[in-house]
């Protein structure tokens, strides 16, 4: 997977990845199963993963997601409803915003990007094929790229 080279703030920029996600489905469930198989991914690898989300039907979706995903492994994982709550476990669904020091990975479903986007060591924005909220994700693109950040984009849409 590439690296961003852009020289963002205070962190190393060779160590900053970030993607853009769009899937050829158009369901909410096709999103938070690709979100789920990207925590995986990243947790497997050793990062401290979150997913923010906008709303706590959502973010329970997701804990039932996570508590089947894999047969042959429990995701360690918690909601944090707020920033007043810390999350001890690896694995995040938040309903507000990360703190960069606090995670590894970021995966974006909410309809904000998180501030200080450029400060995350990976994000990875993830939308279905549904014209709103594939707005919604080209909004936050076109942020990233406000930020000097391109992300490497994975069009789903095309295999």
Not at 11 to 31: E, G, K
Not at 42 to 63: F, H, K, M, P, T
Request: aromatic share 6%; charged share 20%; proline share 8%.
């Amino acid at each position: 997977m590439p690296t961003n080279n852009s020289g963002n703030t205070g962190q190393d920029s060779r160590n900053q990845s970030y993607w853009f996600h769009i899937l050829s489905q158009n369901t909410p469930a096709a999103r938070n199963l690709h979100a789920a198989r990207l925590v995986d991914k990243a947790w497997q690898q050793g990062d401290r993963v979150c997913i923010v989300c906008d709303s706590s039907q959502q973010a329970q979706e997701l804990d039932d997601l996570l508590w089947q995903f894999s047969p042959d492994a429990f995701i360690p994982h918690s909601i944090v409803p707020d920033t007043a709550t810390t999350c001890t476990d690896p694995v995040g669904i938040l309903l507000c915003p990360p703190v960069a020091e606090d995670w590894d990975t970021v995966v974006v479903l909410s309809a904000t990007l998180p501030p200080d986007a450029d400060r995350f060591h990976r994000l990875a924005l993830v939308a279905h094929n549904d014209p709103a909220v594939l707005n919604q994700a080209r909004s936050q693109f076109k942020q990233l790229r406000a930020l000097g950040i391109e992300p490497r984009v994975h069009d789903f849409r095309k295999r």
